[in-house]
């Protein structure tokens, strides 16, 4: 497990616990039922709505928006005003509505299968570059060892943040930086925070959750899926 805060000038290491933190952080990712132009009013009530969308029914609250783009404006008991595209339109109990609304496009994703000790690598790049990652949720940020910042080009002595690592091998120096893009399969973040250990450790680039927190991820048989969020 690392613990790096992000703004902070101490940094603490340690040995991670894959499937313990994993199965901590897991979030369920939701398969929303997406309407094919087949929206009915079914409900009306003060500042709600209940709509069945294709075929299911979802009750929608006042300011709220489905998955297909609608916003519930105002609801009473006698009609609700329904916003689709910054189109405003009045709809009475059991009325339908029809047209074209798009399925949204389906976030990049990625499964990353896990070794026989349990463990999570897989390969992606940072600015470009080719790095091998190993998941670790129990890590603030991404983290690697100074050889690697020097491979890719990361001068952290001049723009990190110093600060300190309590690791396995002792106390080490650490710098705090920011990567201007890091890459996992089809998934690519900007602006991701990270840490620079001065030492040989950690020997594989550790893909913490500065990168993870902004994913959506499940854990599918032995298989962990990341999913971008929109």
């Not at 008991?77 to 609304?101: D, F, H, N, P, Q």
Request: charged share 25%; with cysteine; proline share 4%.
């Amino acid at each position: 497990m690392l613990n790096i805060p992000p703004q902070s000038g101490c940094y603490i290491l340690s040995m991670p616990k894959y499937l313990a933190c994993l199965a901590l952080v897991m979030c369920t990712l939701s398969a929303p039922a997406y309407a094919d132009g087949d929206i009915r009013i079914k409900g009306l009530f003060r500042d709600k709505a209940l709509l069945e969308i294709d075929g299911h029914q979802r009750l929608v609250r006042k300011g709220e928006r489905t998955p297909e783009g609608l916003t519930l404006i105002s609801a009473d008991s006698k009609a609700a005003v329904l916003e689709y595209r910054g189109k405003r339109s009045t709809y009475k109990m059991g009325s339908r509505i029809s047209g074209s609304y798009a399925t949204p496009p389906t976030p990049p994703s990625v499964r990353i299968w896990a070794s026989s000790r349990g463990m999570y690598r897989t390969t992606g790049s940072i600015n470009g570059q080719t790095v091998s990652f190993l998941v670790d949720t129990g890590a603030t940020t991404i983290a690697m060892n100074r050889n690697e910042a020097r491979r890719l080009g990361i001068d952290y002595l001049v723009t990190g943040k110093a600060g300190w690592s309590s690791t396995a091998s002792g106390v080490t120096r650490s710098y705090g930086i920011r990567l201007k893009k890091v890459r996992v399969g089809d998934i690519e973040l900007h602006e991701v925070d990270a840490a620079v250990i001065d030492g040989d450790f950690p020997r594989t680039v550790l893909l913490g959750m500065s990168f993870l927190k902004r994913l959506d991820m499940q854990r599918k048989g032995g298989a962990l899926e990341l999913r971008r969020r929109y």
